[in-house]
């Protein structure tokens, strides 16, 4: 059964920072792409970040650049997403997705990918 199974959320100060772990099982992640993406209270998905299958290239939502990095180990089959200086702006739900091609897409659409977690929660706030 294929699962993906983000962790890391949680409740942070505006600049402070947060590291989300993406966990998959049921196919092999080193023959994906992955990417993170986010949904706000009554916004439509956003596409944050992608990495390609063997960390060769990444891509950034212009928002996030400078502030998040996206990394992967494909020996533990897993996919980080470390946010630094975060602010208000970034609370939302966070998802990673898998794509079954090696490199990321020319824009970050979720239709793009095959595979979605269930998210987890990042709020920013004092």
């Known amino acids: 059964q294929v699962q993906l199974v983000e962790s890391g959320g949680g409740l942070v100060q505006p600049g402070g920072s947060l590291r989300l772990s993406c966990v998959a099982s049921g196919f092999t992640l080193p023959f994906y792409s992955i990417g993170w993406f986010r949904q706000a209270p009554g916004k439509e998905y956003e596409g944050v970040s992608c990495?390609?299958?063997?960390?060769?290239?990444?891509t950034y939502a212009d928002s996030v650049k400078g502030r998040f990095t996206i990394s992967r180990d494909n020996a533990k089959n897993t996919v980080y997403l470390q946010m630094n200086t975060l602010k208000p702006e970034d609370t939302a739900v966070y998802y990673c997705?898998?794509?079954?091609?090696?490199?990321?897409?020319?824009?970050?659409?979720?239709?793009?990918?095959?595979?979605r977690g269930q998210g987890t929660q990042v709020t920013v706030s004092s």
């Open positions: 997705a898998a794509r079954k091609y090696y490199s990321c897409p020319a824009t970050m659409s979720l239709g793009d990918y095959h595979y």
């Open positions: 990495i390609n299958y063997d960390n060769s290239g990444t």
